[in-house]
């Protein structure tokens, strides 16, 4: 079991960087592949990108590709992800999620626990 808080969204010009933050329970937290997902309105959610148990693994959509970075900091159990070149495109809810996980693989499916999301809005 894991319980999970964003934070660190906020409003920023097409261009420009933001780092969102998401802040984990338990003891547990290096035996879990992290992700992160944003919904825009009347949009589905949508996979943005994933790191590994140890930080050694990510995968990313490919709309986020070069621009984002997920990092992991297990000693502080929080995830982040830096989202550089933002684009009016990039608004949405960005959620943290949790996968537990028994090998160092990464994946884009399978998250169980879900934080409460911060909003992420790139104004043009």
């Known amino acids: 079991q894991v319980q999970l808080v964003e934070s660190g969204g906020g409003l920023v010009q097409a261009g420009g960087s933001l780092r969102l933050s998401c802040a984990a329970s338990?003891?547990?937290?290096?035996?879990?592949?992290m992700g992160w997902f944003r919904q825009a309105p009347g949009k589905e959610r949508e996979f943005v990108g994933a790191?590994?148990?140890?930080?050694?693994?990510?995968t990313y959509a490919d709309s986020v590709k070069g621009r984002f970075t997920i990092s992991r900091d297990n000693a502080k159990n929080t995830v982040y992800l830096q989202m550089n070149s933002l684009k009016p495109e990039d608004t949405a809810v960005y959620y943290c999620?949790?996968?537990?996980?028994?090998?160092?693989?990464?994946?884009?499916?399978?998250?169980?626990?879900w934080g409460q999301g911060t909003q992420v809005t790139v104004s043009s």
């Open positions: 338990g003891r547990t937290f290096s035996s879990y592949n």
């Open positions: 999620s949790a996968r537990r996980s028994f090998t160092e693989l990464v994946t884009s499916g399978g998250y169980d626990y």
């Open positions: 790191i590994s148990r140890s930080g050694g693994s990510t």
